[in-house]
Nanobody, 125 residues
Framework: MRLVESGGGLVQPGGSLRLSCAAS????????IGWFRQTPGKEREGVAC????????NYADSVKGRFTISRSKAQNTVYLQMNNLKPEDTGLYYC???????????????????WGQGTQVTVSS
């Protein structure tokens, strides 16, 4: 079971990026998927997650109204659309999955695992 993140890059403040989290060897739809980010010297923090079954979503306060998480069953991929990016959004973005069953996903590291290699997002002018 492997996750692969992609879509990162360098973007100016106010710009947009769409990150992808693709699964290899299993069906993403069965699991809650979370996006987390990490910067040097800081703990990995939750950004957004999407629940299994009902696709309920949860967002960090810092990204509400700017980021949207969604899943494509056909592509077996979860996306993170990031708009109006700010320099503080810079970081290495990871996706992970939660095998436990909850009505709404919880963005806590203790629930998520099987991280991919990450994709770097840099917001700078």
């Amino acid at each position: 079971m492997r996750l692969v993140e992609s879509g990162g890059g360098l973007v100016q403040p106010g710009g947009s990026l769409r990150l992808s989290c693709a699964a290899s060897g299993f069906t993403l739809d069965y699991y809650a998927i979370g996006w987390f980010r990490q910067t040097p010297g800081k703990e990995r923090e939750g950004v957004a997650c999407i629940s299994s079954g009902n696709d309920n979503t949860n967002y960090a306060d810092s990204v509400k109204g700017r980021f949207t998480i969604s899943r494509s069953k056909a592509q077996n991929t979860v996306y993170l659309q990031m708009n109006n990016l700010k320099p503080e959004d810079t970081g290495l973005y990871y996706c992970g999955f939660d095998q436990s069953i909850k009505p709404t996903c919880v963005m806590d590291l203790i629930f998520f695992g099987s991280w991919g290699q990450g994709t770097q997002v840099t917001v700078s002018s």
